[in-house]
């Protein structure tokens, strides 16, 4: 049996904390986080 985890990749963030790659480039992805956060 296989259990598939998805996760947005907007979301995934570095070890350190920072923005790492996204393919929507990271201004992309910065908006997209500050957005759901606001929505929270």
Do not use: W
């Not at 598939?4 to 908006?31: E, Q």
């Amino acid at each position: 049996m296989t259990i598939s985890i998805l996760i947005p990749c907007h979301r995934v963030i570095g070890g350190n904390c920072a923005l790492t790659g996204y393919a929507g480039r990271l201004p992309t992805k910065k908006a997209l986080q500050d957005l759901e956060s606001d929505v929270r």
